[in-house]
């Protein structure tokens, strides 16, 4: 071992043990080469590999601080199988890469730190996010796009601004996306259900929506659907803007999960809109990490000066450093070899999922669609809550759908899965004790 390298292990385990606390001045480096017996561009190199790790910084002509104690976690293993947790698998992101973005967006983009943002965001990122957007077949004027704090200020946005149609009602899938749905509850919005299944939705009844009711946008997730995860076929997306047209009704687009689809075919509703009714909104927490908290959201010209008007009253500007971290992100070429790789390994996990719900519960309902979560639909007689309290009990976690529903709607037996968090081996071994459970049936039934 090099003489640094025990010098660092020895600092750095001082840090950990917190020997050395947060802010704490550490010696000279002229005292700790005297004490380590070295010289100081050892102390130096030692130094800088602790700094490199962001567990000290240096202040000119003062000396070395420690930052924190922490070191970074590992994964831990668990004997849970975890279908209920919906965040990407955190250590699988490639957190050294996305690192050298942040460090240079804050070397490039010094001066723009210091000052407030436009409510559109960062221009140089909507440039590249017009570029990625057309890899999604969404064509746009970089005009027309806004830089968002995530999928749900979008959603909030809209849901409080006026539209053209001087309606107010919002039409909504039901199940939906749980976030959401507090939403619309918190602030006691004028809203409407419609029923959406593993065959998609009853368009008679969506037209009978659209007709009678003043329904100011259609809310929706045409592909992979949250929690249902299926996808509208092309002649449904054809008929849902048909009929969005004939009667005014806007459609809000979530399409959160593009970055998983592999058949290239598949095209998000806005590719078909020739009326100019279609919201688009994409968002980066599956893909990346929820953290992050950006998203985007293309508009129609008409809803463009109004929607820039609100967001400059909930915020000035998404945050500058996150945006300029994922510009480099995606104009470095990062981000497109990132999806590529993790897009493939969801892919792995929602093909196991598929030979798994085939092989022991095919007696149920559930989507054929490779995603990577999906549901079962259950007899009405079984209690679902003391189904998922039985098979948490027995370290198989999952989550009830009674949030992913408007207040008054009355819930499917829908027994939720999600393999976001599941290592591959473990989701055959999950499935199959859901099958043990429900085929004891004098539990449930």
Not at 5 to 27: F, H, V
Not at 81 to 110: E, G, L, R, V
Not at 253 to 267: G, H, I, M, P, S
Request: charged letters at 20%; aromatic letters at 12%; one cysteine or more.
């Amino acid at each position: 071992m090099f003489k640094y390298e025990s010098i660092y292990n020895n600092i750095k385990d001082r840090i950990q043990m917190a020997d050395l606390q947060a802010g704490e001045k550490l010696p000279s480096i002229r005292d700790l080469s005297q004490q380590f017996t070295c010289s100081k561009s050892t102390i130096l190199t030692a130094l800088n590999k602790l700094e490199d790790q962001h567990l000290i910084y240096a202040i000119p002509k003062s000396g070395y601080y420690v930052v924190d104690h922490q070191m970074p976690h590992k994964p831990s293993t668990t004997d849970f199988i975890d279908f209920a947790t919906s965040s990407p698998t955190w250590h699988a992101f490639p957190y050294k890469d996305f690192q050298h973005c942040m460090n240079k967006a804050i070397d490039t983009y010094q001066e723009e730190l210091f000052h407030y943002g436009t409510p559109n965001g960062l221009p140089s990122l909507i440039d590249e996010a017009r570029k990625l957007l057309e890899t999604y077949q969404i064509f746009t004027h970089s005009d027309h796009i806004f830089v968002t704090s995530g999928v749900q200020q979008a959603l909030a946005i809209l849901s409080l601004m006026p539209f053209p149609n001087h309606r107010k009602t919002i039409l909504v899938e039901q199940p939906s996306y749980h976030l959401y749905m507090d939403f619309i509850k918190t602030y006691k919005l004028p809203v409407i259900g419609i029923r959406r299944t593993v065959n998609g939705i009853d368009l008679e009844e969506l037209e009978e929506i659209f007709c009678s009711h003043d329904i100011k946008f259609f809310y929706t997730m045409p592909r992979f659907h949250s929690p249902l995860g299926t996808s509208y076929r092309k002649k449904e997306k054809e008929a849902i803007l048909s009929l969005a047209a004939r009667y005014d009704v806007y459609i809000v687009e979530d399409d959160y999960l593009a970055d998983f689809e592999q058949n290239t075919k598949v095209d998000p509703l806005f590719s078909y809109d020739t009326h100019n009714h279609v919201i688009y909104l994409k968002s980066f927490s599956k893909i990346m990490f929820p953290g992050l908290r950006i998203g985007f959201a293309v508009l129609p010209p008409l809803l463009t000066p109004l929607f820039q008007r609100y967001k400059k009253t909930t915020d000035i500007d998404s945050s500058m450093i996150s945006q300029a971290a994922l510009e480099l992100y995606i104009k470095s070429g990062m981000f497109n070899h990132y999806r590529a790789r993790v897009s493939g390994t969801y892919a792995a996990r929602a093909t196991i999922l598929q030979h798994a719900l085939r092989k022991h519960l095919s007696v149920y309902q559930f989507p054929s669609e490779i995603c990577m979560h999906s549901h079962i639909v259950l007899p009405k007689r079984v209690n679902l809550n003391l189904l998922i309290s039985h098979l948490n009990q027995h370290k198989v976690l999952l989550e009830p759908i009674d949030g992913n529903y408007l207040d008054g709607v009355l819930n499917e037996r829908i027994l939720k899965l999600n393999i976001s968090n599941i290592e591959e081996y473990k989701i055959e071994e999950g499935i199959k004790k859901i099958a043990i459970a429900l085929n004891n049936s004098k539990n449930y039934f």
